[in-house]
């Protein structure tokens, strides 16, 4: 039950900064959202933490910030891999898993779980 709330969160979220920001993100559907949101939520269980360790070294000589990249590459890989998911580029996908990670946790922090 809480895997399905955090889904649509996610994807109500992708869909927000796609209303909001239509250059950095466009979803051309409700299902694309929600396949989007179902497929960063597996490559960020599965891939992400395979590329945080291997760019440890760079992650901690940054400061952390190395870490917003990767986000920013997960995005990115959705786009790639999701049809009706549209994301402008390496600098849109930073951008854009900046503010849906800030939107989802706005909605987790306001919505009752």
Same mark, same amino acid.
């Given at each position: 039950?809480?895997?399905? =709330? ?17 250059? !950095? @993100? ?8 929600? !396949? ?5 939520? @597996? ?19 940054? =400061? ?17 891999? !999701? ?6 580029? =390496? ?6 898993? @900046? ?8 909605? =987790? ?5």
């Amino acid at each position: 039950m809480f895997f399905l =709330f955090r889904l649509l969160i996610h994807m109500v979220a992708i869909l927000i900064i796609a209303y909001l920001l239509p250059s !950095v @993100i466009r979803v051309d559907g409700l299902l694309a959202a929600l !396949v989007a949101a179902f497929l960063l939520g @597996i490559v960020n269980a599965v891939v992400r933490p395979i590329l945080v360790i291997l760019t440890f070294p760079l992650t901690l000589l940054t =400061f952390g910030l190395f870490l917003l990249v990767i986000n920013g590459l997960m995005l990115w890989l959705v786009a790639a891999l !999701v049809r009706g998911f549209h994301v402008n580029g =390496f600098w849109g996908a930073l951008l854009g898993s @900046i503010l849906i990670s800030i939107v989802s946790w706005m909605l =987790f922090r306001f919505l009752p779980s």
